[in-house]
């Protein structure tokens, strides 16, 4: 399959979306999982460069493979981020294929789709040099390295995740330790092995990526408490992030979302319910950015029901959305006689035709999306679901609706989205929320540059506030400064 922008996927997706669900092309199968994950793969025959037992061994090598690549300056590291790039686009169908086999989550074509986009990922052209001077001499500000910066990947994207950390700490100057989500960690061996081979055959640097084979919460605290390790990068959900917090390390954490919508009465309904589709169904909702929750506008609410009907969702009745619900939350007290949601992880990534059928509702097999009419309090609305079903919310005017998504957002200051012609909605609803992504009249994912200008990253550092990562965020900045009066008559 040649390599392909995600741009031009989502384009591909919303023509195809233009004709209604008939149009939408059905979820490609899953890979098998390759007979050589039965023996483990960090050493004897068939070993993979750079995986290791133990978690101290694999700072240990990163730190080394850190003081190899340091003086080999930026042609190197453009050298690395090169071989990550071509490689993703490359294998993204093997490696899509090897990622849903392991977690079975999400869609494999969403998956293929977002490592063909790695090539979007800012490499060494963003670290720039900012110099100034004048009477009284020069002064340089460069961006220098950490050293060894440890990754802590999730399970929903644990390739994409990887790769994208890879090209932006290794542009920066600096080597990676990963401790992946358990889920995932298998095919993300896979290519932190496919990424080392090639780098040490054309830049001569062994263990540039790191990663502890069965990662555990063990192998997590002893990466973190590593002298080897200077900064820690975590991508993952509320009580990783916590942990890593704690560690008295400097942290940068994508920690949870739950974007909501806003559809106001001068919106384009089509093109909304289009772009909700788009967004919402990306990887069975797997994304942190994606569409959680919609709040419409009473009087236009018959009127996007049937936009999203159009688009190619189906609807779930009360006694269905009951079904599904009971299926995907357990219901915990909180020691004060209350109970509260808590999500179950058996339809986390499931299409949207499992869902139905667990609602007890059959829908076509080239269905996305389910949406459902519920109360402010709904679970699907107050917790991150991350399942391709979205609930939709009345509101009487924008200040209710805009309200309603503050508070379901939870002060998590991620996403949120907007449809709507009116700048002063627009406006009112960014300084509510403050989100680090904010998407006007488009799907979730053109905050990612897909769809919308801009570039990819599959870290967006909402809790500690560095937004979405780039080679300078995982840089030092150094001062040169030299004095003397340079105004040489």
Request: glycine residues 8%; contains cysteine.
């Amino acid at each position: 399959m040649d390599a392909q922008t995600i741009d031009s996927i989502v384009a591909e997706v919303l023509s195809k979306l233009n004709g209604g669900a008939n149009g939408t092309p059905p979820p490609a199968q899953p890979g098998k999982m390759p007979a050589s994950w039965k023996r483990p793969l960090h050493s004897g025959r068939g070993s993979l460069p750079g995986v290791f037992a133990e978690a101290k061994d694999a700072a240990a090598a990163a730190r080394a493979a850190f003081e190899e690549l340091r003086p080999k300056g930026y042609a190197a590291r453009e050298k690395i981020v090169r071989i990550v790039k071509t490689m993703c686009a490359e294998k993204a169908e093997e490696w899509g294929k090897l990622e849903l086999a392991e977690t079975k989550i999400g869609r494999l074509d969403h998956k293929i789709a977002k490592l063909q986009g790695i090539p979007n990922v800012p490499g060494v052209e963003w670290i720039k040099p900012y110099g100034m001077s004048g009477d009284s001499g020069i002064t340089l500000e460069e961006r220098s390295p950490f050293g060894v910066v440890a990754a802590i990947t999730p399970v929903t994207h644990s390739i994409p995740t990887l790769a994208a950390n890879v090209i932006s700490m290794v542009a920066a100057g600096n080597t990676v330790v990963v401790n992946a989500h358990p889920g995932g960690a298998r095919c993300a061996a896979e290519a932190v092995g496919a990424f080392n081979r090639a780098i040490e055959r054309e830049v001569g640097v062994t263990n540039v990526i790191t990663i502890v084979e069965q990662p555990t919460i063990e192998s997590f605290n002893e990466i973190c408490a590593s002298p080897d390790v200077a900064l820690l990068c975590i991508t993952g959900g509320p009580a990783v992030v916590k942990a890593a917090l704690k560690s008295g390390k400097r942290a940068i954490c994508a920690g949870p979302g739950n974007p909501p919508v806003v559809v106001d009465v001068s919106a384009d309904l089509n093109k909304a319910a289009r772009d909700v589709i788009v967004g919402a169904a990306f990887d069975n909702n797997l994304l942190c950015i994606g569409e959680k929750q919609i709040f419409v506008l009473d009087d236009i609410w018959k009127d996007f029901i049937q936009a999203m009907k159009q688009a190619g969702a189906e609807q779930l009745n009360a006694s269905q959305l009951d079904r599904l619900t009971a299926e995907a939350f357990t219901f915990k007290e909180d020691g004060g006689g209350c109970s509260h949601p808590v999500l179950k992880r058996d339809l986390v990534g499931a299409d949207a035709t499992r869902l139905a059928e667990v609602a007890g509702l059959r829908v076509s097999d080239r269905c996305e999306l389910l949406f459902a009419e519920t109360d402010f309090e709904h679970p699907f609305v107050q917790e991150e679901q991350m399942m391709p079903c979205i609930p939709l919310v009345r509101a009487r005017n924008i200040d209710e609706a805009i309200a309603m998504a503050k508070e379901s957002e939870h002060g998590y200051k991620h996403s949120a989205m907007i449809h709507t012609m009116n700048v002063r909605h627009m406006t009112e609803m960014g300084r509510a929320l403050d989100a680090t992504l904010f998407v006007k009249n488009g799907a979730s994912i053109a905050g990612l540059g897909m769809g919308g200008e801009g570039y990819a990253s599959f870290s967006v550092a909402t809790t500690t506030g560095e937004g979405i990562t780039t080679p300078m965020t995982f840089t030092r900045t150094r001062r040169c400064v030299l004095v003397d009066n340079l105004n040489i008559a």
